[in-house]
């Protein structure tokens, strides 16, 4: 412990004593970092107010919906059929064995033709999913590029919950790029508007 306090009495009396050697490193650190521009944007915020996303996510509401209601009715129709089937085997209401086996079979390719339908469906949302974030990601990308032409930001960063713990609230542009990408976005015109403005 001594040793460790003379050796810190040491340093302190050379660096009093002697020129300060970290002198320019410190100064061209902090020009450097003065000098680094930085900006973040909240995700949250973002999702919520850009046209596109409140667009895409009603899109995709509605495709999920359609799916649970398509899967739901035909899971319902499996299970009637699975339920008939076990009540006619325990009133012998088959005629023979091959009868049975063959309403079994009917009820196991429903089954598995509702797996498939599942998975699908599944699948084709996921498509969408990646889809519009790949969207997303594109038409953020595009508008930053146009946007830092003349504000030059070094860094554009990404805030979303705590995954910066602190930022000055100078630092936001959430507000300009949302107002700037909802006046960049144009929202894909319906089939059935197009057919009207044609009449």
Avoid at 16 to 25: G, L, R, S
């Amino acid at each position: 412990m001594m040793m460790a306090a003379a050796a810190v009495l040491a340093l302190a009396s050379c660096n009093n004593a002697a020129p300060k050697m970290d002198e320019q490193p410190a100064t061209a650190e902090k020009a450097s970092t003065d000098g680094l521009k930085i900006a973040y944007v909240e995700v949250d915020s973002l999702m919520s107010q850009y046209e596109f996303c409140k667009d895409f996510t009603l899109t995709l509401q509605k495709k999920s919906n359609n799916a649970r209601n398509t899967l739901t009715q035909k899971g319902q129709q499996l299970q009637s059929a699975a339920e008939n089937f076990q009540q006619k085997l325990q009133n012998n209401g088959f005629s023979s064995r091959e009868q049975a086996e063959s309403q079994q079979a009917a009820i196991q390719r429903q089954q598995q033709g509702l797996q498939e339908l599942q998975a699908r469906l599944e699948n084709e949302l996921a498509s969408e999913t990646e889809k519009y974030n790949k969207a997303l990601r594109d038409s953020l990308m595009h508008f930053l590029n146009a946007y830092n032409a003349d504000k030059h930001y070094d860094l554009i960063l990404t805030k979303q919950g705590d995954n910066i713990l602190y930022a000055a609230q100078r630092f936001d542009i959430t507000k300009d790029v949302i107002n700037g990408l909802n006046k960049r976005y144009k929202p894909a015109v319906k089939k059935d508007e197009k057919k009207a403005e044609k009449k």
